[in-house]
Structures are given as structure tokens and as C-alpha cells.
């Protein structure tokens, strides 16, 4: 099982990034997927979810109106695109994958983003 997740990077404020997350080994579109980021001494926080067949979205305060959650599940990726980007989004950014039918769940590595001028 791997979720990559790419699309990190240095970007200015008011910037855009869209992060990718690419899922093997496991059935993508049985699954979950959500987007959560962590900053050093602080926990990980919900960012944006989308139901494992992408009919249903949930972004939180953090992300409304800047932030869009959206999946492929032919190419068992799911992407946060991120507008309007500020420096309290700085922070390392993973994706969930959460089984719509049993007790199984998958953490990416994680990718950095770091907003910035």
C-alpha cells in the first residue's frame, strides 16, 4: 500500500499549489480520502474530505472558499488544489485514505509547503 502525495513546494502569498496524491495498493474508490496538515508542535488538522466515489466534498473553515478537493478514480489520485495561499498554510500536508467498509486506513508521507515571499 502507498499513498505519494507531490505538488509541495515554495510558493509566494496570494500563490497557487495543487497537491497530487496517488494511491496503489488498496481498492482507491472503496476509500475516503482526506487532506490534513501538520506544523511542528502543533496536531495534524482536517483540511478537506471527499466520499470514496467523489460525490460529496467537506472542506473546513481553514479551506472554504480558497481550497477544492476533488479525486479521479481512474488514475487512483486525489488533489487539493490550493488558491490564495497565505503564510499560515505553511505546514507538511497528507492525505488519508479511509475504507468505506472496514477498519483500514492509510497515511502518505507527507509533502511540505511553504508560503512565503
Known amino acids: 500500500v502507498q499513498l505519494v502525495e507531490s505538488g509541495g513546494g515554495l510558493v509566494q502569498p496570494g500563490g497557487s499549489l495543487r497537491l497530487s496524491c496517488a494511491a496503489s495498493g488498496f481498492t482507491f474508490s472503496s476509500y475516503a480520502m482526506s487532506w490534513y496538515r501538520q506544523v511542528p508542535g502543533k496536531e495534524r488538522e482536517l483540511v478537506a474530505a471527499i466520499t470514496s466515489a467523489g460525490g460529496s466534498t467537506h472542506l473546513t473553515d481553514l479551506a472554504k472558499g480558497r481550497f477544492t478537493i476533488s479525486r479521479d478514480n481512474d488514475k487512483n489520485t486525489v488533489y487539493l488544489q490550493m488558491n490564495s495561499l497565505k503564510p499560515e498554510d505553511t505546514a507538511v500536508y497528507y492525505c488519508?485514505?479511509?475504507?468505506?467498509?472496514?477498519?483500514?486506513?492509510?497515511w502518505g508521507q507527507g509533502t511540505q509547503v511553504t508560503v512565503s515571499s
Open positions: 488519508y485514505a479511509q475504507s468505506d467498509w472496514y477498519p483500514s486506513d492509510y
